[in-house]
């Protein structure tokens, strides 16, 4: 199965409950929260105060994508939030091993991010400790950037080591997800499409949105 999860860095902030509304009604069942510190990544977003808003109002999962250092600092309030998955940077901090069992020791799911620069060998030490996998297919800090083609190959070599070692961890792909990127991914690997400009735009609704993502890679699974 190939799962597409908006992110709603993208959506109206004026709007952001409405929207989560629209993409839950388009049988969505998990989005991403984009936490952005300013430092990590030069942008500021959202913080334990939105994902337990969304969590009291709508229910769907809250994948919370940590782009921030320190990111210990907000596991427990986001624990507290009504987070389901957190994702952090492998980049973002040496104690990383430690933070995957705080965030499994609270009870969520647990998430590694690959940054464009940083290599799939950076996570071979903690696979036994997270639920996915996530392949920046852009420079994280905002949405609406192209598609990093190379990634594609990080992918596939990432999906060959999961495969040699036997492991079923999911791999997402974060950025620049559209349907002509989507089932790129899709064919290298990635079960996870997290997508933000392509689902939440003034050019179609949210629903045509989504219909044609699923779509362009829907041939991927027949094959
Ligand atoms: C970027 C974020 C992405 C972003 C995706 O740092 O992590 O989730 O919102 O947006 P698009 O799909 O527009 O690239």
Redesign the pocket.
Known sequence: MIIIEP????ADPLSIGEQAEEVKRCGVDTI?V?V?DGHF?P?ITFGPRLVRALHNRIKLKLDV?L?MNEPDRLIASLAAAGADQLIIHQEASPDLYRILQTIRGLHMKAGV?LNPATSIEAVEEILELVDVIQV??????????E?IQNELDKVRRLKKMLDEKNLRIPIAV?????PQTAPLAAKAGARVL??????FNSNAPVADNIAALRASVNEILEE
């Open positions: 992110s709603i860095l993208s991403q984009d952005m990544v942008n994508h782009m991010a920046m297919t852009v420079n994280p800090g905002s949405g609406g950037q598609f974060d950025g620049g997800i559209d997290v997508a933000g400009s392509s689902i």
